[in-house]
């Protein structure tokens, strides 16, 4: 089966232009006559991929001097211990709940500490999430855990949020990229790389400087922030590949005008698909609204026997990976910064045709 749009949630869908650019420079980077992937993580030739990749990143995300870029490895789940290991300090944390991959990070960091309910949405089966206002935490928190876009669930937070005195941690997985942020508001910022970034294998952190001081003393090297920091992260060997893809999808994005300009077209996107499941019942999406997320559109049909079917039609139609998270069900749409407008036209135009085929 040859697809035509790819809607996976992750690993995700890369820009044409950037695998093509990838494709060319395969086999010979800039001449060297070897490939990337050959190259030592130290050499003279690979050494200025990274520089340029976290140079590009911070101009992207108008990164201050204060804050650290880290590549690292282990995804967002590593993170999930990793920052209590290196920012609790022996003191108490509080986690918003808002969907399945905040309640992992709250449940892994249990065993490092006092980690505290700050507010949950389970009870509306996370259709909501918790308002920024509702949360508990207390002024002597280590910090407090949010995560900015449930891409299982398909809940995100559109607030700035800012809590004076606490630092907050974000997981931004699935939406890092996707709009501007101001990098000031947060503590510390993770995304792994394969949902809007690049290919799986990287993990991205950036931490604001005066937090790398409370590691605990049996944090292993490479989960240690400030020794990852000192070592321009290759404390070990980094992923190389991921890294140097990343830096040609930062490229991309800079080429296309940066964040406003992913913004208004992942605006675009999701509110052509929205605007269509809202037109009747046959398709639904019952997050609240003003919390809808515009990387991962959950929805499903009234008669949820034509879901396998639905999958089955699309995927001979060139629509590849509709089918819902398996917690879920249903069926879900990946709209990251890489799909083209294009792409969720043809969905949109498939959904109809199939509605009119099953009423
Ligand atoms: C995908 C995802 C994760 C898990 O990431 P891994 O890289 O597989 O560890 C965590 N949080 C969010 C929000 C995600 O979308």
Sequence with gaps: MSYQYNFSAGPAMLPKEVMLKAQHEFLNLNSTGISVMEMSHRSKEYLPIVDKAETNLRTILNIPNNYKVLFLQGGAITQNFMVPMNLLNNLSASYVVSGYWSNRSYKDAQPFGAIKLAASSESSNFK????????????????????????????EYFDSIKLPKVPLVCD????????????????????????????????????????????????????????????????NTPSTFSIYMAGLVFEWILKLGGLEEMEKLNKKKSKYLYDYIDEDDFYTNDIEIKNRSRMNIPFKLANDDLTKIFVEKAEQEGLYALKGHRLVGGLRASLYNAMPFDGVECLVEFMKDFKKYNT
Excluded at 146 to 153: A, D, G, L, R, V
């Design 128 to 155: 909501k999430i918790p308002n920024v206002d509702s949360w508990s935490f207390d002024k002597d928190d280590a910090y407090v855990h949010f995560c900015q876009n449930e891409t299982i669930h398909g809940a």
């Design 172 to 235: 931004m997985s699935s939406t890092i990229l996707s709009r501007p942020i101001n990098v000031n508001d947060y503590g510390v910022i993770y995304a792994g790389a394969q949902k809007n970034i690049g290919p799986s294998g990287l993990t991205i952190v950036i931490v604001r400087e005066d937090l790398l001081t409370y590691a605990d003393k049996k944090t292993p090297s490479t989960f240690n922030w400030k020794i990852q920091s000192e070592n321009n992260s290759m404390i």
